[in-house]
């Protein structure tokens, strides 16, 4: 870790890059979140804020091993993005008190993701005498990476779930659902119910154990197809916007703060 903070420090003596200045302030920011909760004693969010730290290393190691540089603009945004999500989302709860939260992070990854899937493929092109790729094959290759990056992401919080019994794939109340489950005659007929006000959770020995007022509680379903929808709408709209880059780069020259360049 201490190499690549010498790389980081060197880079900014260089490059004077703005974005190493927005890491900087962020990464102070991480540390001081991380003795708070030590001295709180939540190891929990300590060890978030100590992912988070090893996350801002992530551009810079990049940079090193693909021998790639990453645009001012695309690296802070990738910076206030790990910020974001771990230490705003997670332990300041951004995802609970600001409407909307999850899915604009989770739009901003779908864009962000075909950015860099889009400059793979880009790159190969314009670096290779044998390979020239159309600008509609270029296009979905990016999307597709973004997709993936999406899917995997939503496996990750599954696991988290599933084994470390966190809430990442966040609950949400619904008043209808329709299940075979309640079919009796198991014919694989969907039963409809609807206008449920609430729900009773009893354990196996019949003790009541609470009461979930407003409806049915979903398990992250529809935070998981929500996530991937708008994840799909980013990556989308990257894509698209970068076949047309690939058309005519003078006009669109912008798309190069967004992708990683050789």
Not at 76 to 89: D, P, R, V
Request: aromatic share 12%.
């Amino acid at each position: 870790m201490r190499k690549y903070l010498n790389k980081i420090k060197e880079n900014y003596r260089t490059t004077k890059k703005k974005s190493l200045i927005v890491y900087f302030v962020l990464r102070i920011l991480v540390i001081i979140c991380m003795v708070l909760q030590i001295l709180r004693g939540d190891w929990n969010n300590a060890f978030l804020c100590l992912l988070s730290l090893v996350l801002f290393l992530i551009p810079t190691i990049v940079e090193e091993k693909l021998k790639i540089k990453l645009p001012t603009v695309l690296e802070s945004i990738i910076y206030l993005f790990i910020f974001s999500a771990e230490i705003l989302g997670e332990i300041n709860n951004f995802y609970g008190n600001i409407p909307h939260w999850d899915t604009i992070l989770h739009t901003i990854n779908g864009f962000l993701a075909a950015g860099i899937g889009f400059s793979l493929i880009d790159l190969l092109n314009k670096n290779s005498k044998s390979i020239n790729l159309s600008p509609f094959f270029v296009a979905i290759v990016a999307f597709c990476f973004s997709m993936t990056i999406g899917v995997l992401w939503e496996f990750f919080e599954y696991g988290a779930d599933t084994y470390l019994k966190y809430d990442m794939q966040k609950d949400r109340k619904i008043s209808t659902i329709s299940t075979v489950e309640l079919d009796t005659e198991k014919d694989n007929n969907a039963i409809l119910i609807k206008n449920v006000n609430h729900t009773i959770l009893y354990d196996s020995q019949g003790k009541e154990l609470a009461i979930i007022e407003g409806g049915y509680l979903d398990i992250g379903l529809i935070d998981t197809m929500k996530d991937l929808l708008v994840n799909f709408v980013g990556a989308l709209v990257f894509s698209c916007i970068g076949f047309l880059y690939i058309k005519n780069r003078e006009k669109y020259k912008f798309v190069t703060h967004f992708i990683p360049k050789k």
